[in-house]
Antibody
Framework: QVQLVQSGSELKKPGASVKVSCKASGYTFTNYAMNWVRQAPGQGLEWMGWINTNTGNPTYARGFTGRFVFSLDTSVSTAYLQISSLMAEDTAVYYC????????????WGQGTLLTVSS | QSVLTQPHSASGTPGQRVTISCSGSSSNIGSNTVNWYQKFPGTAPKLLIFGNNQRPSGVPDRFSGSKSGTSASLAITGLQSEDEADYYCAVWDDSLSGVVFGGGTKLTVL
């Protein structure tokens, strides 16, 4: 069965960087796009963008350019989200989500990674 | 301000039927399939309905989805206390070239 296992909670200081991992199993990693979704405290789900797991080409949603980087290590079926120059507003739960079909917005989800940015 | 509009809240008593709406536009709901997610606090979203009206295996048939024009709806029949959760619609938007989520609806079982 499809499983997406994310790395654990992170506590970071403003200005630092963080790298969240998402290890996939139960399917051929390069056959399905990987998306990233954020949920800030008390807010709804926000799509951050996706990465083509076949080519490695990332696409970022508006508001997630510059400090956000999606990457892959296909040898270990793992996707990464790196956020630099962290700010308090980056405090949120970050989810990786496998897209079940192209441009379908139909996702299988990782368990989420809580990122807290605080001095 | 979400591209997709959902009511902030909905409620019903056990056994009732409730519906949650999701209103969009021609560039999203009007031209692509809608998905619905159920989310409990502290847990990941769960796919409830995909392709407008398809249920993944394991999802009870009390949950159903429909779409008409630029709007979609999620219906829950035989409401149960365990259905108390947040519900989100999601769809691909051709104009934005990305996925858009509704703002979410908090369902309360009275």
């Amino acid at each position: 069965q499809v499983q997406l296992v994310q790395s654990g909670s992170e506590l970071k200081k403003p200005g630092a960087s963080v790298k969240v991992s998402c290890k996939a199993s139960g399917y051929t990693f390069t056959n399905y796009a990987m998306n990233w979704v954020r949920q800030a405290p008390g807010q709804g789900l926000e799509w951050m963008g996706w990465i083509n797991t076949n080519t490695g080409n990332p696409t970022y949603a508006r508001g997630f350019t510059g400090r956000f980087v999606f990457s892959l290590d296909t040898s270990v079926s793992t996707a990464y989200l790196q956020i630099s120059s962290l700010m308090a507003e980056d405090t949120a739960v970050y989810y990786c989500a496998r897209e079940r079909a192209p441009y379908s917005s139909s996702f299988d989800w990782g368990q989420g990674t809580l990122l807290t940015v605080s001095s | 301000q979400s591209v997709l509009t959902q009511p902030h809240s909905a409620s019903g008593t056990p056994g009732q039927r409730v519906t949650i709406s999701c209103s969009g536009s021609s560039s999203n709901i009007g031209s692509n399939t809608v998905n619905w997610y159920q989310k409990f606090p502290g847990t990941a979203p769960k796919l409830l309905i995909f392709g407008n009206n398809q249920r993944p295996s394991g999802v009870p048939d009390r949950f159903s989805g429909s779409k008409s024009g630029t709007s979609a709806s999620l219906a829950i029949t035989g409401l149960q206390s365990e259905d108390e959760a947040d519900y989100y619609c999601a769809v691909w938007d051709d104009s934005l070239s990305g996925v858009v989520f509704g703002g979410g609806t908090k369902l309360t079982v009275l």
